[in-house]
C-alpha cells in the first residue's frame, strides 16, 4: 500500500507539473508555475459557474412552469451529462495514461509489484475524471438542495455517491479507447486510424447532441418524457436518480454495485493483459519491401514544414485538440448553408437574427479560429529534441515559420470552406462576403503568431505525458484566453456603445478590427523576425 501510494503521489505531481510551482529554483520559472495553476483554478471556477447557471435556469424554468416535481432530474440531467463527458475526454486520455505512456521504462524499472504500477495508473485516471465530476455536478446538487424538496437522505447520498459517478464511464471509455489503440496498431499508418476513428466519434457526439436539443421542447410535457431523455443519453443516470433523489435502495444498490463490479473488472482485465497490451501497442510497422528512390531535394522551409506536419499528424490527441474548432467551424457554417435563412431564423427563434447573423457571421468564423492553435504547444513538444531545433543550420525564423504554417494549414481550408457555405447561405454583398474570408484569416494568422510567440517564452521541455502540454499548459491557456479577448473585443465595444447610447455602426467596427488584426499580424511577425533567434537561444 505504502508503494502504491508513493508511485500515485510522484505520477500525480509529475502529470500537474506540481512540484515545480512549488520546488523550482528560478524564481521566474515558480512564477509562471503558480501562473498557470491560478489559472487552472480559475477554468475550474468557470466550468462550475457555467454547471451552476445551467442547472439554476433549468429549475427555474420548471418552477415556473408549475412543475416542481420534475426538480429531482436537475442532478439526474448533470450525473448523466458529467459521465458522458468524462466518457468521451476519457477515451483520448487511455492511450498515455494507462498505456503507451511515456516513462514506461523508467516506471517498470522501480522496485514495485507489475501490479501496484497498474493501480497507480488506474487510480490517477479516477482521480482525474473524478476532480472533473465535481466540478460539474456540485453546483447542481447545491441548485436542488436550494430550489427543490430533497427527501433528508439526499443530503447523505449525495456526496457519497459523487465518488462512484465516475467508474462506469471510466471503463467504457477505457475499452473503446483501449480498443481504438489494438485496431489502428494493425495498420500501417496507425496514428490516420486511430485521428480517423476520434474524430468519428467526435461528430457522433455533435449529431447526439443536436438530437437531444431537439428533444428538449418536449421536456415539460410529462415526466416520462424526461425520464426516457435522460435514460437514452445514460441508462445508470435512472438508477442514481431513483436511489439518491427519491431514496429507493434497491436502484442505489443497483448502481453502487454494478459501478463497482464493472470497475472491479476492468482492473482485474487490465493488470491480466497489462504487458501483452503494452508490448501490442507500442510495436511499430515494418514494411520488407524496399526499394531505393531518388533522394528528393527542396528548401530548408518546406523540410521543416513537412516534418512539423508529419509530428503533427502522428498524435491523434494533439490533432483532436487544436483542430476541434476548424471542424465545428465547417460543420457550423455548412448547417447555415443546409438549413437556409428562414429556418436558421426561425430555428434560433431571435427577432432580428438574420441580421445579426449577417453581420457577425465573420467574427463567429474567427471564434472558432480561436480554438485551433497548434502553435501553442509545438515548442514544448520538442521536449528532449529541443537540442536538435536549436543546433539545426537554419534561420531560427525558418523554423519558427515552419511551425505557423502547419497551424494555417488546418486553418486556412476551414476559412475558406466556411467562407463558402456563408455566401451561399446568407447572400451577402460583395463587401460583406470579403469580409466574411478576410476577417477569418487575419484572425487565424493572430492566433497562430500569438500560441507560437507564447510557448517561446512559455515552454514545458519536462513532460512525461504529451497530454501536459496539449490540454494543460500554461501556454495553452493563454493562448485560448488571447484568442477569446480578441474575439471579445468587438462584441464588448459594441456593447458599451449601445449602453452609453454612442452611435456606431457593427459592420463599419468589424471592418475596424478587421484591419487591426491584420496590423497585429505585420507586428508579430516582425518581432518573431527579430526575436526569434533571441528567442531560441534561451529556451
Known amino acids: 500500500m505504502n508503494d502504491l501510494l508513493a508511485l500515485l503521489k510522484v505520477q500525480v505531481l509529475a502529470f500537474f507539473d506540481i512540484n515545480a510551482a512549488f520546488h523550482a529554483k528560478d524564481k521566474g ?32 424554468a420548471l418552477k415556473k412552469a408549475g412543475m416542481t416535481e420534475l426538480l429531482e432530474y436537475v442532478p439526474g440531467l448533470m450525473m448523466a451529462s458529467a459521465c458522458l463527458a468524462t466518457f468521451f475526454t476519457t477515451i483520448y486520455k487511455t492511450h498515455g495514461v494507462l498505456v503507451g505512456f511515456r516513462d514506461y521504462d523508467q516506471i517498470m524499472s522501480l522496485p514495485v509489484t507489475v501490479r501496484t504500477v497498474i493501480a497507480s495508473r488506474v487510480l490517477l485516471l479516477y482521480l482525474m475524471n473524478l476532480f472533473f465530476t465535481l466540478i460539474i455536478m456540485v453546483p447542481a446538487g447545491i441548485v436542488y438542495g436550494m430550489e427543490g424538496s430533497p427527501q433528508p437522505a439526499f443530503y447523505g447520498l449525495f456526496p457519497l455517491t459523487l465518488f462512484v459517478v ?103 482485465g487490465f493488470s491480466r493483459f497489462f504487458q501483452p497490451l503494452q508490448s501490442r501497442l507500442t510495436a511499430h510497422h515494418r514494411t520488407a519491401d524496399y526499394r531505393l528512390r531518388p533522394m528528393k531535394t527542396g528548401s530548408p522551409f518546406r523540410a521543416l514544414y513537412v516534418k512539423e506536419l508529419t509530428r503533427y499528424g502522428a498524435s491523434p490527441l494533439y490533432v483532436m ?97 466556411c467562407g463558402l457555405a456563408l455566401v451561399f447561405a446568407l447572400k451577402p454583398s460583395s463587401f460583406e462576403g470579403l469580409q466574411l474570408f478576410l476577417m477569418p484569416a ?64 457593427a459592420a463599419g467596427l468589424l471592418w475596424n478590427f478587421t484591419m487591426l488584426m491584420g496590423f497585429l499580424d505585420f507586428i508579430l511577425i516582425s518581432l518573431l523576425w527579430e526575436h526569434g533567434e533571441r528567442w531560441i537561444s534561451a529556451l
Open 321 to 417: 485538440n487544436t483542430a476541434i474548432g476548424a471542424v465545428l467551424g465547417v460543420l457550423f457554417c455548412f448547417g447555415m448553408a443546409f438549413f437556409g435563412q428562414e429556418k436558421l431564423a426561425a430555428f434560433l427563434e431571435l427577432p432580428g437574427s438574420l441580421v445579426m447573423m449577417r453581420t457577425f457571421a465573420p467574427l463567429i468564423v474567427a471564434g472558432f479560429m480561436a480554438l485551433t492553435c497548434t502553435t501553442a504547444s509545438s515548442i514544448s513538444l520538442e521536449g528532449k529534441n529541443l537540442w536538435i531545433m536549436k543546433s539545426i543550420p537554419v534561420e531560427p525564423f525558418t523554423l519558427l515559420m515552419s511551425k505557423l504554417a502547419v497551424n494555417l494549414t488546418v486553418q486556412l481550408p476551414a476559412v475558406l470552406l
Open 442 to 505: 487575419f484572425f487565424s494568422v493572430f492566433i497562430a503568431a500569438a500560441g507560437l510567440m507564447i510557448n517561446l517564452k512559455t515552454p514545458n521541455f519536462t513532460w512525461a505525458s504529451e497530454t501536459v502540454v496539449i490540454k494543460q499548459s500554461m501556454s495553452v491557456f493563454l493562448s485560448l484566453a488571447a484568442g477569446m479577448a480578441g474575439i471579445g473585443l468587438p462584441v464588448a465595444a459594441l456593447a458599451l456603445a449601445g449602453y452609453f447610447k454612442v452611435p456606431m455602426s
Open 29 to 60: 520559472e515558480r512564477r509562471k508555475k503558480l501562473l498557470l495553476s491560478g489559472l487552472m483554478l480559475l477554468s475550474m471556477a468557470m466550468i462550475m459557474g457555467m454547471s451552476f447557471g445551467y442547472s439554476f435556469m433549468l429549475a427555474d
Open 166 to 268: 465516475p467508474l462506469l464511464p471510466i471503463v467504457g471509455a477505457a475499452v473503446l479507447g483501449i480498443g481504438i489503440s489494438l485496431v489502428s496498431s494493425q495498420f500501417r499508418h496507425r496514428n490516420a486510424v486511430s485521428l480517423i476513428t476520434s474524430l468519428t466519434l467526435t461528430l457522433a457526439v455533435i449529431l447526439l447532441s443536436m438530437g437531444a436539443g431537439e428533444m428538449s421542447a418536449d421536456f415539460q410535457t410529462v415526466s416520462a418524457a424526461v425520464a426516457d431523455a435522460i435514460g437514452k443519453a445514460y441508462p445508470p443516470a435512472l438508477w442514481y436518480l431513483d436511489g439518491v433523489c427519491r431514496g429507493n435502495l434497491g436502484a442505489l444498490g443497483l448502481f453502487l454495485g454494478v459501478s463497482a463490479a464493472v470497475f472491479g473488472l476492468l482492473v482485474w
